[in-house]
């Protein structure tokens, strides 16, 4: 167990609709980062938030957005949802790292989304 | 565009012999290569490595880092069923360069490890 907690663990749903994934990080960790895992494409970074802000973009779709809250759980929101979202959907954190320790970043188990 | 490539896409060995695993990378502003080992779901941190030359060990998995000939190799000795797994590598690259804490990481296709007994 990495302590990293996702919800839901598998969702399904049908084309156009809305979703939110919900993720809670190791305690003490400050950043939360997005992976999105299909089929064809491997692990692909999303977004990552660091205490709360947004500090990287990587291949997210504007249809999608994410947030950190104060206590540091994020929300990954996907709209307009399309059979291609079909993927499993990672959550990940890490504590802030130093150069010395680098940056260890502990996956979650997954949130499995189906779009029908 | 940075890149990190794994060979090979499939491994299938019996039980007890010796896998090595190949990942190598294409990226500017390197900060560290880490491997997963991805059974049925998340992946499991394995190690993290920083520095050229330095041996990484933990049981029967080792790894080591070549900062020069940008490639990485992951070591399984005594290969037991339960290494059966797809083993990701990952490097870490900057998003801001003036902050160490803004990272992402960009993730290899991973190789299949099937262990016959």
């Known amino acids: 167990d990495s302590g990293v907690t996702q919800t839901p663990k598998h969702l399904i749903t049908a084309t156009g609709q809305r979703v939110t994934l919900r993720c809670s990080p190791r305690?003490?960790?400050?950043?939360v980062y997005w992976y999105q895992q299909s089929l064809d494409q491997g692990l692909q970074f999303l977004i990552q938030?660091?205490?709360?802000?947004?500090?990287a973009k990587g291949n997210i779709l504007e249809r999608f957005s994410a947030q950190q809250f104060p206590d540091l759980h994020s929300e990954l929101n996907l709209s307009s949802l399309e059979l291609g979202d079909s993927a499993l959907y990672f959550c990940?954190?890490?504590?802030?790292?130093?150069?010395?320790?680098?940056?260890?970043?502990?996956f979650g188990e997954g949130s499995w989304l189906t779009v029908v | 565009e940075d890149k990190v490539v794994q060979s090979p896409l499939s491994l299938v060995v019996h039980e007890g012999d010796t896998v090595t695993l190949n990942c190598s990378y294409e990226?500017?502003?390197?900060?560290?290569l880490l491997w997963y080992k991805q059974e049925k779901k998340a992946p499991t941190f394995l190690f993290m490595l920083?520095?050229?030359?330095i041996e990484k060990k933990s049981g029967r998995l080792s790894s080591i880092l070549d900062k020069k000939e940008l490639f990485s190799i992951l070591n399984i000795t005594a290969t037991q069923t339960g290494d059966s797994a797809v083993y990701l590598c990952?490097?870490?690259?900057?998003?801001?360069?003036?902050?160490?804490?803004?990272?992402?990481?960009?993730f290899g296709t991973g190789t299949r490890l099937t262990i016959i007994p």
């Open positions: 990940a954190s890490s504590v802030a790292p130093t150069r010395e320790s680098g940056n260890t970043i502990y």
């Open positions: 305690s003490g960790d400050l950043s």
């Open positions: 938030y660091y205490n709360g802000e947004e500090r």
């Open positions: 990226v500017t502003n390197f900060r560290s």
């Open positions: 920083t520095s050229s030359g």
């Open positions: 990952a490097v870490a690259l900057p998003t801001l360069i003036s902050n160490f804490g803004n990272e992402k990481l960009t």
